[in-house]
């Protein structure tokens, strides 16, 4: 059974940095495109970040609202996926759900992880 | 970006009568190719969103057959034939044609 499980959330000051992984179990992890989604509170989803497997070239896809601040990366020899969150922003608080993208095109997420809360306050 | 407009935003439904939520979206989402990349996700209170349906009508594994997918270009529903309780939750729409990913709103289901 696959698992994906998040850590690393938790309470930053503004423009301070922060840093979420995402453990995989249960999947080829070097087979899996992996994407995070985020929700603030009592709000709806907003897709994050992507980022493709290496067999596809391992490239990366950011929204507009935290491209050239936040940065995908994997590490397939531990089977982790990361997000690096920099210049956080008040605008950032979210759970921050960690997700296995299947199949080649699209936000088909099959697998999610149980979310990691990050607050963004001073 | 492309905007999905979903209604309606809450919805009360009797245990075995059937559902409805629409998605709408500001652009086409069919592909050269034939495909519709219009997706549909739940979630249930305190878990994250689980996919029900992909590209417009795929049922994805173990969702029951009460749930279907229709629509096509940029009109797109989510029907439950005989809501049972279990379907409580958030409905969200997503489109897949084009980065940023973007979702719908997202719909309340509640038992009445």
């Known amino acids: 059974e696959a698992q994906l499980v998040e850590s690393g959330g938790g309470l930053v000051q503004p423009g301070r940095s922060l840093r979420l992984s995402c453990k995989v179990s249960?999947?080829?992890?070097?087979?899996?495109?992996m994407s995070w989604v985020r929700q603030a509170p009592g709000k709806g989803l907003e897709w994050v970040a992507f980022?493709?497997?290496?067999?596809?070239?391992?490239?990366?896809e950011y929204a507009a609202s935290v491209k050239g601040r936040f940065t995908i990366s994997r590490d397939d020899s531990k089977s982790i996926a990361y997000l690096q969150m920099d210049s956080l922003e008040t605008e950032d608080t979210a759970v921050y759900y960690c997700?296995?993208?299947?199949?080649?095109?699209?936000?088909?997420?099959?697998?999610w992880g149980q979310g990691t809360l990050v607050t963004v306050s001073s | 970006d492309i905007v999905l407009t979903q209604t309606p935003l809450s919805l009360s439904v009797t245990v075995g009568q059937p559902a409805s939520i629409s998605c709408k979206s500001s652009?086409?989402?069919?592909?050269?190719?034939?495909?519709?990349?219009l997706y549909w996700y739940l979630q249930k209170a305190g878990q994250s969103p689980q996919l029900l349906i992909y590209?417009?009508?795929g049922r994805f594994s173990g969702v029951p057959d009460r749930f279907s997918g229709s629509g096509s270009g940029t009109d797109f529903t989510l029907k439950i034939s005989r809501v049972e309780a279990e379907d409580v939750g958030v409905y969200f729409c997503?489109?897949?044609?084009?980065?940023?990913?973007?979702f719908g709103q997202g719909t309340k289901v509640e038992i009445k």
């Open positions: 249960g999947l080829t992890f070097g087979d899996c495109d």
């Open positions: 997700t296995r993208r299947w199949g080649t095109f699209g936000p088909l997420f099959d697998n």
């Open positions: 652009q086409s989402l069919l592909r050269s190719d034939g495909k519709t990349f």
């Open positions: 590209e417009v009508s």
């Open positions: 980022i493709r497997r290496k067999g596809f070239g391992g490239t990366t």
């Open positions: 997503v489109q897949g044609i084009g980065l940023p990913w973007t």
